[in-house]
């Protein structure tokens, strides 16, 4: 699994480059005893700190809420809007705030293709190219 995201990170970061904002990858981001995020990414307007997420279509992803409360004081420290970036096999990115998060029976946090769906937004809306109509 872990192959996987970093495969997904570095897709994240080009798909930055490519419409024009400064990413930078930072490996190892879950391993170190500092708090980090998995991408971060700038266009001059705007900064945003990312926790990347990846999986298969049918199973659910799990944060840590330890993992949440790091990503929130990276971002503080940092000035930049935190993210959490979700992308299942055969899917888009999908981006929810923390606000938009939904909490586990464990008290942690859960990502499914419902939840990214209906409180996620895409990078072209995340990247402010375009702003989707939901109808909810």
């Given at each position: 699994?872990?192959?996987?995201?970093?495969?997904?990170?570095?897709?994240?970061?080009?798909?930055?480059?490519?419409?024009?904002?400064?990413?930078?990858r930072i490996a190892g981001?879950?391993?170190?005893?500092?708090?980090?995020?998995d991408l971060i990414a700038?266009?001059?307007?705007?900064?945003?700190?990312?926790?990347?997420?990846?999986?298969?279509?049918?199973?659910?992803?799990?944060?840590?809420?330890?993992?949440?409360?790091?990503?929130?004081?990276?971002?503080?420290?940092?000035?930049?809007?935190?993210?959490?970036?979700?992308?299942?096999?055969?899917?888009?990115?999908?981006?929810?705030?923390?606000?938009?998060?939904?909490?586990?029976?464990?008290?942690?946090?859960?990502?499914?293709?419902?939840?990214?769906?209906?409180?996620?937004?895409t990078f072209n809306e995340?990247?402010?190219?375009?702003?989707?109509?939901?109808?909810?």
């Amino acid at each position: 699994m872990k192959n996987k995201g970093s495969r997904t990170e570095r897709e994240l970061l080009h798909m930055f480059f490519k419409e024009g904002w400064q990413p930078c990858r930072i490996a190892g981001s879950g391993s170190i005893p500092l708090p980090a995020t998995d991408l971060i990414a700038g266009n001059g307007k705007r900064l945003l700190a990312i926790e990347c997420k990846s999986g298969k279509r049918n199973i659910r992803r799990y944060i840590k809420e330890k993992q949440i409360k790091e990503l929130k004081e990276f971002s503080k420290k940092l000035g930049a809007e935190p993210w959490v970036g979700m992308r299942f096999d055969n899917e888009e990115w999908f981006f929810l705030t923390l606000n938009k998060l939904v909490r586990s029976k464990g008290n942690n946090f859960v990502l499914d293709l419902n939840i990214v769906k209906k409180h996620g937004i895409t990078f072209n809306e995340l990247i402010g190219k375009y702003k989707q109509k939901r109808l909810r």
